[in-house]
Structure formats: structure tokens, C-alpha cells
């Protein structure tokens, strides 16, 4: 049974840090490429980070500069570090596990930043 645990999510003040962590089980998760997406009230689910099985990144333009995504093969756990954190940021943040054909979501992990 394929699990993707997200955890790290809460309330922070604008300009403030939060680390998001999802624990995948189910997978051999070295070899998937790992995402992170989020969707705001109202909006459409947004690509945030990624991070491919060789450990390449890329980020979303609105987030660029202020995240960084990384990986633990060893702990099967992919990262978001979250810094300098604007009230736009707040949503509910995903993680994907993406290897063709397969494609796995976690539940959520909802990110509040308070002006």
C-alpha cells in the first residue's frame, strides 16, 4: 500500500519559516520524482517545487528564491523549506510522487501565513 505522509504544516507569521516533510512508504521512492503542489480557496492546484530521482530542482516562479525542496533517500522523505513566507503562500501543500505510469497524492497539510 503506497502512503505519502505530509507533516510540518501550521500557522506562521508573514516572513517567517516552516519546514514541510512527507514520508513516503509503498514505493521505491528513490527512483520516483518528488513534488510538492498547493491550492489556495478558489484556485487552481499549483506546481510548487520538484525534485527528480537525480536530485535536479525546479520551482514555480512565485516561490523562487524563498523554497527549497530536497530529498533523504535513506529515510524515503522528500523536503520543503519555506522561508520569508507571504500571506499568498497560504494553502493546503501536497505531495506527489510521480514514475510513470504511476502518480501518488498525500492528504494535504494546510500552511496559514498571517499577515
Known amino acids: 500500500q503506497v502512503q505519502l505522509v505530509e507533516s510540518g504544516g501550521g500557522v506562521v507569521q508573514a516572513g517567517g519559516s516552516l519546514r514541510l516533510s512527507c514520508a513516503a512508504s509503498?514505493?521505491?521512492?528513490?527512483?520516483?520524482?518528488m513534488r510538492w503542489y498547493r491550492q489556495a480557496p478558489g484556485k487552481q492546484r499549483e506546481l510548487v517545487a520538484a525534485i527528480t530521482a537525480a536530485g535536479s530542482t525546479n520551482y514555480g516562479d512565485s516561490v523562487k528564491g524563498r523554497f527549497t525542496i530536497s530529498r533523504d533517500n535513506t529515510k524515503n522523505t522528500v523536503y520543503l523549506q519555506m522561508n520569508s513566507l507571504k500571506a499568498e503562500d497560504t494553502a493546503v501543500y501536497y505531495c506527489?510522487?510521480?514514475?510513470?505510469?504511476?502518480?501518488?497524492w498525500g492528504q494535504g497539510t494546510q500552511v496559514t501565513v498571517s499577515a
Open positions: 506527489n510522487a510521480w514514475g510513470p505510469p504511476t502518480n501518488y
Open positions: 509503498g514505493i521505491p521512492f528513490r527512483i520516483y520524482a
